[in-house]
């Protein structure tokens, strides 16, 4: 009774780490899935970034230029240097925008990359419980097996000592018989009891 107490335990056991780790990976998917996009947009975003800057330094590097071989042609030309300057600064500004973005995008990755991993030691952890209740499981199976052996051999003994017994009892009845006659005859032949 207790080693079958035992059994169903464990594999009651063995089913709910089952159930869990179902569920574990089931919940962790669509996350995972999730920021690998957000990986890649961040990526595309990166690219642009270094395009736009790599674009806007040329432009600042003409506009530069062309304000030092036109210094001289009056007020006109400073107010296009100023209006480059603010455009400059404008871009800047967005460019520091679309940095603090894709720092947060990456610390995000970061952060579920850590989750990931604690998911994934999760997952083996479960992993190595349920491999253990397994093998105890195995072993309880094996010991069942063996307590199942004895107790047959048992039996087969007790069986064997009924036999001797009832053996015993008929003898012994087949000798108060004869105990029962020789009386009989004793006190038909002396006449005594």
């Not at 990986?39 to 990166?46: F, G, M, N």
């Not at 007790?158 to 009832?166: S, Y």
Request: proline share 1%; charged share 40%; aromatic share 4%.
């Amino acid at each position: 009774q207790g080693w079958k107490y035992e059994l169903a335990n464990l594999r009651r056991e063995k089913a709910e780490l089952a159930d869990q780790n179902a569920k574990m990976t089931k919940e962790s998917k669509p996350v995972l899935d999730k920021m690998d996009r957000l990986l890649c947009r961040s990526r595309d975003t990166v690219d642009r970034l270094s395009r736009d800057a790599e674009r806007l330094s040329k432009g600042f590097q003409t506009q530069v230029a062309e304000n030092k071989r036109t210094l001289g042609d009056g007020e006109d030309k400073q107010v296009e240097l100023q209006t480059a300057l603010c455009e400059l600064a404008q871009e800047k500004k967005e460019i520091h925008q679309k940095e603090v973005r894709l720092q947060k995008k990456e610390m995000m990755y970061l952060r579920t990359m850590a989750a990931r991993k604690a998911i994934h030691d999760t997952y083996m952890d479960n992993k190595a419980t349920r491999q253990q209740t397994e093998e105890k499981m195995h072993q309880s199976e094996a010991d069942c097996q063996e307590m199942q052996r004895i107790l047959e051999g048992r039996e087969n003994e007790i069986k064997d000592l009924q036999r001797d017994l009832q053996r015993a009892h008929r003898r012994i009845e087949e000798l108060n018989q004869q105990q029962a006659m020789c009386m009989k005859s004793f006190i038909k032949k002396t006449g005594q009891p």
